[in-house]
């Protein structure tokens, strides 16, 4: 059953179009990532959704109502900010009760729902402290226990966790994908990151100029990209040229074989021998083509590889992929 | 430690020389006594701040604070309207407006207070222009009362209050504002829960600055409220400048600078939330 439903939507700001007409379902309870460069439109669609952007042209329907006129406080969903937008002059308490304030829910419910965001948030011992008083991820679930106070039907997340070093974005990767579950509403991801996208998401959309390029699960994605951009944006690919055509074969999917011994596809010369502990890879500057190919050889690879040898690079035909432009 | 010491000398000589040193002969000679020809005579002595509590001086004084009380509420009303539009206005039109606030400057203050005698008076503008289109018969009384000082006072001070304001309305994360609406707060209640809150700042400057300037004003008094209307300021010029008590005029200023700190310490701790407070708990 559809939660959200786009239909032929577009934007134009000053005469310029940013979302190229578009259709998009994005079903009840789905972990639903929309992932391309800046400025692909993936923000723009976040907040036609949340209702700060109107469509120039287009129906947005939610939970099969039209509310494409409606203003953003009239919308039974919740948005994420990318820096947060604390309220700086509340505490943390404070800041998740406002919601409820404003839908005038009676006191002891509102007591019940901030109690129950902060505990699956784990901010229990942070509950008084104001936003200038918390680190940088601490503030990130103060943001997401506001939202998800109001029980709203969709949570909309801008890049939520962009402002967080490594480390910490894993982690709470991991307990996003988890309150996802367990709460059972409609997520709408935004991000630039495509192992974060793979990692969370139920589908993936892929942006590029306003435009989807490709949508389907983080599998379908990695095996049978659509497109040059989806081939090359998501994971580590190489791409071949032939006469009419031009495919896509990941790194693992090559084989590396010994100029001499048999017959390959192509043929190259070790550029470099790159070792990332459970892999390594051969980078191979094929002789037909100018251009350099990655080959994934996995820790059973016994062959003594070295730069400067010529060597053969094959494959089977079921894994090349062909993509359009 | 002796760099810093170093870098903060200027500062301290500055404040030295042209706050705390004035500040200091002030509060010494109120302390003085005076003979007949108005010189300062070296004794120590309380009558300056006993005379201070003749009914006459009490009525000035209380006076003196409601006006300027009074002032202060009116530039709050009107400032922040007009701010807030200036602040919502596209680019150009805020620099146009900007400087619409600050041309009075660029005019001599003393011209600027008698151009409202001009269209204060009886045979005033206002007055005649009433009359013309006979609304009224007779010249209505508007020079020389309370009103009409109260009308200057706010008319010299609104841009002191306009324009912190402005800027604490500029700086606010306008990003709050969609998180309020988000949360399903009307346009009326965001501002009512956030941009309020977040521009008290502004408000307390411009508040402090307008209530201490006209405390501290006696020109639109004196010119636009004649003889029947008399702040502290003017009694405290007087003292000074004609009657030549240096004594009682310094004692009337120790007490009024007291006054205004008290006034402006009360004001910031009510304004103040508590989230301010924890903020400079942790600075």
């Known amino acids: 059953m559809p939660m959200i439903q786009l239909t032929n939507i577009e934007k134009h700001f000053a005469g310029q179009t940013v979302v190229h007409p578009l259709s998009l379902t994005i079903g009840e309870g789905e972990f639903l990532t929309l992932l391309g460069p800046s400025g692909c439109g ?26 494409t006129e409606l203003p953003a406080n009239k919308r039974d969903l919740n948005l994420v900010f990318q820096h947060y937008a604390l309220f700086p002059h509340m505490t943390v308490e404070q800041n998740i009760q406002f919601g409820l304030k404003m839908k005038k829910i009676d006191a002891a419910e509102q007591k019940e729902r901030i109690a129950e965001a902060i505990r699956l948030t784990q901010l229990t011992p942070l509950a008084k402290r104001y936003p200038h008083q918390l680190s940088g991820g601490q503030q990130q679930r103060v943001a997401i226990a506001r939202a998800i106070a109001n029980k709203p039907r969709v949570l909309l997340l801008d890049e939520p966790l962009g402002a967080l070093d490594l480390q910490l974005r894993k982690n709470l990767q991991a307990e996003l994908k988890q309150l996802q579950r367990s709460l059972g509403i409609t997520f709408v991801y935004v991000t630039h990151d495509q192992e974060e996208a793979m990692m969370m998401s139920d589908r993936i959309v892929i942006m590029n100029n306003g435009k989807i390029e490709q949508i389907g ?3 379908e994605i990695y095996n049978r990209p659509q497109t040059l951009f989806a081939a090359t944006f998501i994971g580590e690919n190489n791409v071949f040229h032939e006469a009419e055509r031009m495919f896509a074969i990941r790194p693992e999917k090559l084989k590396a074989v010994r100029d001499r011994e048999q017959k390959a596809k192509r043929k190259g010369i070790i550029q470099d021998i790159v070792y990332l502990g459970n892999v390594h890879k051969l980078m191979v500057h094929l002789n037909d083509e100018q251009t350099t190919v ?8 016994e062959d003594e590889w070295q730069i400067g040898q010529h060597i053969g690079v094959d494959w089977l035909d079921a894994d090349e992929v062909n993509i359009g432009l | 430690m002796k760099k810093t010491k170093w870098l903060i000398s200027p500062v301290v000589l500055w404040l030295s020389l042209f706050l705390i040193l004035p500040m200091a002969i002030v509060v010494v000679i109120s302390f003085l006594g005076r003979d ?3 010189n300062l005579v070296i004794q120590f002595s309380l009558d300056n701040y006993a005379r201070f509590f003749d009914s006459l001086y009490l009525g000035i004084y209380w006076d003196t604070i409601a006006l300027s009380v009074l002032t202060t509420l009116i530039c709050v ?20 407006w900007l400087l619409f606030i600050t041309v009075p400057f660029w005019i001599n203050f003393l011209i600027r207070t008698y151009a409202w005698v001009l269209l204060l008076r009886s045979q005033g503008v206002v007055n005649s222009f009433l009359m013309d289109i006979g609304i009224i018969d007779e010249p209505l009384k508007m020079l020389y009362t309370k009103g009409a000082v109260l009308l200057g006072m706010v008319y010299t001070f609104i841009p002191y209050m306009v ?12 990003k709050l504002l969609e998180a309020a609406s988000d949360l399903g707060a009307s346009r009326w209640r965001a501002f009512w829960h956030i941009t309020l809150p977040q521009t008290k700042s502004g408000m307390m400057t411009g508040s402090v600055l307008v209530f201490v300037s006209t405390a501290g004003m006696y020109v639109v008094t004196d010119i636009l ?3 029947k209307s008399t702040m502290l300021s003017n009694i405290i010029q007087t003292q000074f400048l004609g009657a030549r008590d240096w004594p009682f005029g310094a004692a009337l200023s120790v007490i009024f600078a007291i006054t205004s700190l008290v006034l402006i310490y009360l004001f910031n701790m009510a304004l103040r939330s508590r989230h301010e407070r924890s903020k400079e708990g942790r600075a």
């Open chain 1, 42 to 67: 993936k923000t723009t669609i976040l907040r036609m959704i949340a209702g700060f952007e109107q469509p120039t042209v287009g129906e947005i329907f939610l939970d099969g109502k039209d509310v």
């Open chain 1, 217 to 219: 699960t983080p599998k």
């Open chain 1, 294 to 301: 990655s080959i994934c050889l996995d820790f059973t690879d």
């Open chain 2, 36 to 38: 007949e020809f108005g």
């Open chain 2, 77 to 96: 009303l009107i400032s922040y309207p007009l701010a807030y539009y200036i602040a919502n206005a596209g680019p150009t039109r805020q620099k146009i």
């Open chain 2, 163 to 174: 324009l912190p304001i402005y800027v604490s309305l500029e700086q606010m994360d306008r």
């Open chain 2, 225 to 227: 409220g004649g003889s």
